[in-house]
């Protein structure tokens, strides 16, 4: 991704009926679905990337500094492009009004909770079974935007969730990962902070753009692990290159580009819908642990992630309409 420069959006039609058939522009055919999902495959490489780095540099920054170190880069990044869209719009920076509460919400739940929490997970469990456990929260996002976001309760959804869900269990059953419970703790908090935040920010993002949303909750929840900066300081000082390295990786690019891409497709696509492409997460953090970490995966979490595959790819099934064809 060579800009984080937000295009010009377009507002984002909210169903109004109970029934998937009125989901938001998914289906135009000019081009927005297809660069919504493209955004989203971004963000599911490096989001899988992120637990692998996170476990990593675990070993030397504990959780609360590594998650200051990586919403403090990933504000630094976008900063400059936010200022840069803001001149060009001549427009307020802030929502306005009652329309900041979802922000400072998901900016202190998802920028700073979810990360502080996974941190701690990972110093638990490995990358690959915390990954298993975090995603249950497409699970938790359907029905968030059934209930919140009249978003629909399709048959295709949550049978897919169900299947990729069946597919995440098994995975887990394979895990070479230590079942601490004080980690598969942390990790379904973790699960419960990012799908209320994403609730919260698809609000938000009625009314402003992907990367004003994403510079906002990485400011609030800057703000929110400030605490943690002089026990940064001396970590950082005893820590070794490569593990100061990965925190500004997280901070670049799962955090700065990954959730920028994120709230671009969110933006254009019911959170119901999109959530379920998060189990993507869980497989490819399998496969990036098992090659730089050297946590083989078994059997059972090679054969789960197949079914977790289908799963995904069953909720995103869509019945074609009469006036289809």
Known sequence: MTTLTSPVLEPCDQPTGSQTTNLPSITRSDGTATRAVLAAGVTIVLWASAFVVIRSSGAHLSPGPMALARVAVATLV?????????????????PRGRAILPVVGYGALWFAGYNVALNAAERHVDA???????????????????????????????????????????MATGSTGERDILGIALALVA???YASSVIMQKVTLRSIDALRATWLGCVVGTVVTLPFAGELVREAQGAPL????????????????AFTTWAYALRRMPAG???PLGYLVTVLSVLM????????????????GGICLVGVVFSRWRPRSRDEG
Request: charge should be positive; hydrophobic fraction near 60%.
């Open 78 to 94: 976008l900063t400059p492009f936010v200022l840069r869209g803001s001149a060009r719009r001549a427009g307020p920076l802030l």
């Open 128 to 170: 690959g079974t915390a990954a298993l456990l975090v995603n249950i929260a497409p699970v938790l996002i359907a029905i968030g935007g059934g209930l919140f976001l009249r978003e629909g309760f399709s048959r295709p959804l949550f049978l897919g969730c169900a299947v990729a869900f069946g597919g995440i269990a098994l």
């Open 191 to 193: 699960a419960v902070l």
């Open 242 to 257: 490569s593990a100061l390295l990965g925190a500004a990786y997280l901070g670049a690019f799962p955090t700065a580009v």
């Open 273 to 275: 819908r999109l959530g």
């Open 289 to 304: 642990s098992w090659a730089f970490l050297s946590e083989v995966p078994t059997v059972p979490a090679l054969v789960g």
